[in-house]
């Protein structure tokens, strides 16, 4: 074989091993931060709620382990010793309950799957008495996977969820004022939503993001407390549900992955930026990864970074100041989804629970430090 033939073989294979670089692009390098294991809660679930309390421990309430076998019982995560322990039983068993830590230092806990539908019943934990209590007043609405916003005045807006009769969503919300223990029926949303997200913005409005209806919705809107109604704002370039919501230092608010009308099948990695001042979405940079089942909330980190996690092996954190996401170091055992994700008071993030591609939950539980 001449010198001129072999110099055209060696230049179509840099060409082809240049074209497929081009179409399967590689994870971003960048390392910010590390996961690793942190022991196991006393019971696999998922679906749980878990919530920050005041001293720092971390209360694990719910959730399944897998489809009808659902739990009543509680836990407590103390970052001190990296242990779980009981934290006694809620009145109902709750899967995808709402939990909100009140101005009180006490936990509200609503709604949930407790079967194969949901309830309308609501019970507090006091963290000085270590116990859960009923609450006489119920909800408006049965609600499972619903989303509860704290407001400014401590009132606490829950929107949206399924019911007995729509289990693809509802446009009922309701506040619930911890001054009378009471519920209030609200003005409905302009749409239909279960598996949305809610956003307090840096004014005090309230930001409600894509979720499930008739269809999965690609539509946004704002609830005003003054007003206490709610308002029609921008549309996301993909409609989403299933997916995660997190506050930006500059007010703007991220959205990333979900997934669409597809479900399993179209799991995403897009990610959009809302900017109150303009009332629009923009396209950000892509995640690594295509995750759905997320937790509501992604992590907001001391360095103003987002962490998103869920839905696959790794976690990735989100620069506002570049706009890019980083995978981060270490990776979880699967692709665990409906976990929860809890910033710590030193500014590290509690991962805990899930379940894979299967109704088993685990037990397991990670700590991601920045």
């Given at each position: 074989?001449?010198?001129?033939?072999?110099?055209l073989?060696?230049?179509?294979?840099?060409?082809?091993?240049?074209?497929?670089?081009?179409?399967?692009?590689?994870k971003?390098?960048?390392?910010?931060?590390t996961?690793?294991?942190?022991?196991?809660m006393?019971?696999?679930?998922?679906?749980?709620?878990?919530?920050?309390?005041?001293d720092?421990?971390?209360?694990?309430?719910?959730?399944?382990?897998r489809?009808?076998?659902?739990?009543?019982?509680a836990?407590l995560?103390?970052?001190?010793?990296?242990?779980?322990q009981?934290?006694?039983?809620?009145?109902?068993?709750r899967?995808?309950?709402?939990?909100?830590?009140?101005?009180?230092?006490?936990?509200?806990?609503?709604?949930?799957?407790?079967g194969?539908?949901?309830t309308?019943?609501?019970?507090?934990?006091?963290?000085?008495?270590?116990?859960?209590?009923?609450?006489?007043?119920?909800?408006?609405?049965?609600?499972?996977?619903?989303?509860?916003?704290?407001?400014n005045?401590?009132d606490?807006?829950?929107?949206g969820?399924?019911?007995?009769?729509?289990?693809g969503?509802?446009?009922?919300?309701?506040?619930?004022?911890?001054?009378?223990?009471?519920?209030?029926?609200?003005?409905?949303?302009?749409?239909?939503?279960?598996?949305?997200?809610a956003?307090?913005?840096?004014?005090?409005?309230?930001?409600?993001?894509?979720?499930?209806?008739?269809?999965v919705?690609?539509?946004?809107?704002?609830?005003?407390?003054?007003?206490?109604?709610?308002?029609e704002?921008g549309?996301?370039?993909?409609?989403?549900?299933?997916?995660?919501?997190?506050l930006?230092?500059?007010?703007?608010?991220?959205?990333?992955?979900?997934?669409d009308?597809?479900?399993?099948?179209?799991?995403?990695?897009?990610?959009?930026?809302?900017?109150?001042?303009?009332?629009?979405?923009?396209?950000?940079a892509?995640?690594?990864?295509s995750r759905?089942?997320?937790?509501?909330?992604?992590?907001?980190?001391?360095?103003?970074?987002?962490?998103?996690?869920?839905?696959?092996?790794?976690?990735?954190?989100?620069?506002?100041a570049?706009?890019?996401?980083?995978?981060?170091?270490?990776e979880?055992?699967?692709?665990?989804?409906?976990?929860?994700?809890?910033?710590?008071?030193?500014?590290?993030?509690?991962?805990a629970?899930?379940y894979?591609?299967?109704?088993?939950?685990?037990?397991?539980?990670?700590?991601?430090?920045?």
């Amino acid at each position: 074989m001449n010198r001129t033939r072999l110099l055209l073989i060696a230049s179509a294979i840099l060409t082809i091993s240049v074209a497929a670089t081009a179409f399967h692009p590689a994870k971003s390098t960048s390392r910010v931060g590390t996961l690793t294991a942190a022991g196991s809660m006393l019971e696999p679930r998922s679906g749980h709620a878990a919530t920050l309390l005041p001293d720092g421990k971390v209360l694990i309430a719910g959730g399944m382990r897998r489809n009808q076998d659902f739990y009543k019982s509680a836990e407590l995560y103390d970052p001190a010793t990296g242990k779980f322990q009981p934290a006694g039983e809620m009145n109902e068993r709750r899967v995808s309950p709402v939990a909100v830590l009140l101005h009180s230092g006490k936990v509200l806990i609503a709604g949930g799957w407790i079967g194969h539908g949901c309830t309308d019943s609501a019970e507090l934990y006091d963290p000085a008495a270590g116990k859960f209590s009923a609450l006489a007043s119920r909800m408006t609405a049965q609600r499972g996977d619903a989303r509860a916003t704290l407001l400014n005045n401590g009132d606490v807006l829950i929107t949206g969820g399924a019911d007995h009769d729509s289990p693809g969503g509802v446009t009922s919300a309701e506040l619930f004022r911890e001054s009378s223990m009471t519920f209030q029926a609200l003005t409905p949303m302009h749409f239909a939503r279960v598996a949305h997200t809610a956003t307090l913005l840096q004014d005090g409005r309230v930001l409600i993001v894509g979720g499930r209806g008739d269809r999965v919705n690609a539509v946004a809107e704002i609830y005003d407390p003054e007003t206490k109604r709610f308002i029609e704002t921008g549309s996301l370039a993909t409609a989403r549900y299933k997916h995660t919501a997190g506050l930006l230092p500059d007010g703007r608010v991220l959205i990333a992955g979900g997934s669409d009308k597809r479900d399993w099948s179209g799991n995403l990695n897009s990610a959009e930026i809302y900017d109150p001042k303009t009332g629009r979405f923009t396209l950000a940079a892509p995640m690594n990864d295509s995750r759905f089942k997320l937790p509501e909330e992604a992590a907001p980190l001391p360095s103003g970074k987002l962490l998103v996690a869920g839905g696959n092996k790794t976690v990735e954190v989100f620069d506002p100041a570049t706009g890019k996401f980083s995978v981060a170091s270490g990776e979880m055992n699967d692709s665990w989804h409906f976990m929860t994700e809890t910033r710590l008071k030193d500014g590290s993030v509690l991962l805990a629970g899930g379940y894979p591609n299967n109704d088993r939950a685990t037990a397991q539980a990670w700590v991601y430090r920045p």
